[in-house]
Nanobody, 117 residues
Framework: QVQLVQSGGGLVQAGGSLRLSCATS????????MAWFRQAPGKQRELVAA???????FYVDSAKGRFTISRDNAKNTVYLQMNSLKPEDTAVYSC???????????WGQGTQVTVSA
């Protein structure tokens, strides 16, 4: 079982930055693909960024050049650095870890990110 605990988030003005952290339990962190999802009111949840166990990364087009996902295997933690934030980035952000089935079966508690114009 993998448990994920998020920190970070909050309210920021457009153009500002925030960093989200997601600390995981267990000894298998380094083997998991980790991801950040977000869900805005009235919209479907979308994958924002992901990082594999080997360090390969993926970003949704709207996040490219502004967001950076990284991981520290020694600390069992994944980060999402968000720069040049826009009001449309406002959402609840959740971290997730994949399982042996290749699906994201483990989730953090979610954290609100609000970007004011």
């Amino acid at each position: 079982q993998v448990q994920l605990v998020q920190s970070g988030g909050g309210l920021v003005q457009a153009g500002g930055s925030l960093r989200l952290s997601c600390a995981t339990s267990g000894r298998t962190f380094s083997s998991h693909t980790m991801a950040w999802f977000r869900q805005a009111p009235g919209k479907q949840r979308e994958l924002v960024a992901a990082i594999t166990s080997g360090g390969s990364t993926f970003y949704v087009d709207s996040a490219k050049g502004r967001f950076t996902i990284s991981r520290d295997n020694a600390k069992n933690t994944v980060y999402l650095q968000m720069n040049s934030l826009k009001p449309e980035d406002t959402a609840v952000y959740s971290c997730a870890a994949d399982s042996r089935l290749g699906t994201y079966d483990y989730w953090g508690q979610g954290t609100q990110v609000t970007v004011s114009a």
